[in-house]
């Protein structure tokens, strides 16, 4: 488990460096290489390169990757949780959930107090999940496949609107643009916001990983984890309520990012199988590796103007999306 | 004193009534088989006695304490079952499935340890599972995946074991080495089985006490001999059977008369 999560750090770090390099201005490597070990030795950066490199590529790097391990974490709990492959934060309207939270936040001031837009978001996270049971939930709680996947379909589009009615009646500056609440967007974030996402983010990760083992036996079936000694109830109330912190903190500062958290714990999967306490680094490492690279095309593909990072993530995710339902379907 | 001790209990799902008011006392070390026809709460009785369900009303004591006051730990690590069917929708190894088995055993963020895999690899190899032990569990025969189930119950070291139509998918041979396996663990370890099925003959012939339901009721219980009697079994089933005695190994044997 150890050198597959230090393997996939360093493919992280490698695709960090290339990712510095590429931009509106082309950095050459070894400029990229002599800044970072002049900054390491304690010099304050002086010329534009080292400006662009320090104020502007490298906490957006950093936060793309804390962003897409955040999302691919989301994913691998969501879909243990539902046993189905299909499932994360995105599909099933949770990001939306939490984006609404978020905007209704702003619009009703709540950025005045501390906090006051996070936990909104967080509740609109945490509401959207029981909205998704509700709709969801078969007999005796059960939840059938097909009306999960329907139930984010319809909560996600209400979502969508809403989130659009909410934007073109109040036309704050503080409302950012559209794209980013609906198609996510990593250049706008402060250094200050990016430390506290990767607190969560590590904060979140130690939790889940403690109930890896937990998950394993859920994926089993929840009768069959029971009978195997696991506390069903309260284990999914922790992983319910923590990878809800997770997705509406990632959601509050980089707006709806789809497919990530579908794509790359399947992705995982396939590799390395299902045993939790290694997918869930994993995925973490990967997802980190993916979005830095949808990043980077989204901040070069039209230069000088960029894309919103959801864009690419969509493009390569929903044909993905497509591919897995199919293939669900033959087995 | 008995290990499983039923006091009046009663279970409903919403409006349906499954069990009702059934009280019987199970000895530690025995092989008691539960029959009963479709629907008489055969599957539902098993839930109770692991505790994945509670009794609406009366009580289900496991070595004389309420299954409610239970851990779940505790559960497992005394009363372990074999379901019919696991669903496999996403992919372990046969032997990562079986060392689930150890999960009630482990502190709750421990990693397996080579007693562990010890334990694990043992049951295996007594269900004939080895071999396939680095396949995927979803790409096994539905015998196959029945022998992996039966290893990871095993691998729970439990008290007393469960069989929800455990012999239904497996082959003879390994029916007949599944049944010796029970005989010698009971004999040895002192392991209780319960074990529900169809097949009236298997109860005979395996098991030392017989549980009839019939309609969530408790219709009789006692020897093979006591239980499967011609006037019983047109009661509860509605079919004519003759009965006498197995040449082979003297016990009760029930024909179908049509």
Redesign the interface.
């Known amino acids: 488990m150890l050198q597959i999560s230090a393997l996939l750090l360093l493919l992280f770090v490698i695709l960090s460096l290339a990712a510095l390099c590429l931009g509106a201005i082309h950095i050459a490597f070894s400029d990229v290489v002599r800044a970072i070990v002049s900054a390491l030795s304690g010099k304050t950066p002086a010329s534009e390169e080292e400006l662009i490199l320090f104020s502007v590529r490298l906490p957006r790097i950093l936060f793309a990757g804390i962003v897409g391990a955040s999302l691919s974490l989301g994913g691998v709990v969501f879909q243990a949780l539902l046993r189905n492959p299909l499932a994360d934060p995105y599909v099933l309207g949770i990001s939306g959930g939490s984006a609404l939270g978020a905007i209704i936040g702003i619009v009703l001031g709540a950025s005045s107090f501390y906090l006051g837009v996070p936990f909104l978001a967080f509740s609109g996270a945490l509401i959207t999940v029981f909205l998704v049971f509700i709709v969801a939930g078969g007999p005796r709680g059960v939840l059938l496949d097909n009306s999960l996947l329907l139930a984010g379909v319809v909560v996600n589009s209400f979502f969508s609107a809403a989130i659009l009615f909410a934007l073109s009646i109040v036309n704050s500056m503080e409302l950012h643009s559209i794209s980013f609440w609906l198609m996510g967007d990593l250049s706008r974030v402060a250094l200050k916001e990016i430390a506290v996402a990767a607190l969560c983010l590590v904060a979140c990760f130690a939790i889940l990983y403690m109930q890896a083992r937990k998950l394993n036996l859920m994926v089993q079936g929840e009768e069959t984890a029971l009978q195997l000694g696991v506390n069903v109830r309260a284990t999914k109330y922790v992983l319910l309520i923590v990878t809800s912190l997770i997705t509406s903190v990632v959601v509050s500062l980089a707006g709806i990012i789809g497919f990530v958290g579908i794509m790359v714990p399947h992705m995982m999967r396939l590799v390395f199988g299902s045993d939790h306490r290694l997918l869930m680094p994993a995925a973490a490492l990967f997802g980190a590796s993916f979005l830095v690279v949808a990043d980077t095309l989204a901040r070069i593909v039209i230069t000088p103007a960029e894309l919103p990072v959801g864009v690419i993530t969509a493009l390569c995710g929903a044909p993905y999306f497509i591919f897995l339902m199919r293939r669900k379907g033959r087995d | 004193m008995s290990i499983l001790y039923a006091q009046n209990i009663s279970f409903r ?1 919403t409006n349906k009534p499954v069990i009702t008011d059934v009280s019987f006392a199970l000895d530690e070390a025995r092989i008691v088989a539960v029959i009963g026809p479709n629907g008489s709460g055969k599957t539902t009785l098993l ?1 109770i006695l ?1 505790a ?1 369900l509670f009794p609406n009303t009366g009580q289900m004591f496991i070595e004389s304490r309420d299954t409610q006051h239970w ?3 505790e ?3 005394t ?3 074999v ?1 019919q069917e ?2 496999a ?5 046969a032997e ?2 079986v060392l ?2 150890r ?2 055993h ?1 502190s ?2 421990a ?1 397996e340890d080579k007693k562990d895999y010890r334990i694990a690899r043992e049951a295996m190899a007594k269900t004939d599972s080895l071999p396939f032990a680095r396949c995927r569990f979803n790409e096994l025969s539905a015998g196959e995946r029945q022998r992996v189930l039966i290893a ?1 119950a095993l691998a ?1 070291e439990p008290k007393i074991l469960l069989l929800d139509e455990s012999t239904v998918f497996l082959d003879l041979k390994h029916q007949s080495q599944f049944l010796s396996l029970l005989r010698e663990l009971n004999r040895e370890q002192h392991l209780t089985v319960i074990f529900v099925t169809h097949d009236v003959n298997l109860a005979a012939q395996n098991a030392d006490q017989i549980l009839l339901l019939y309609n969530g009721k408790k219709y009789a219980i006692g020897t093979p001999a006591d239980v499967l009697t011609a006037r019983n079994i047109k009661e509860v089933y509605d079919v004519d059977v003759g009965i006498d005695q197995n040449p082979y190994n003297g016990s009760t044997r029930v024909t179908l008369l049509t």
């Open positions: 799902y839930k692991n994945t851990s779940r730990q559960i497992a690590r009363v372990a079952i379901p696991s669903p929708i996403f992919s372990f190894f990562e499935i689930m088995g999960f009630p482990l709750s963020w990693f990871r729970q």
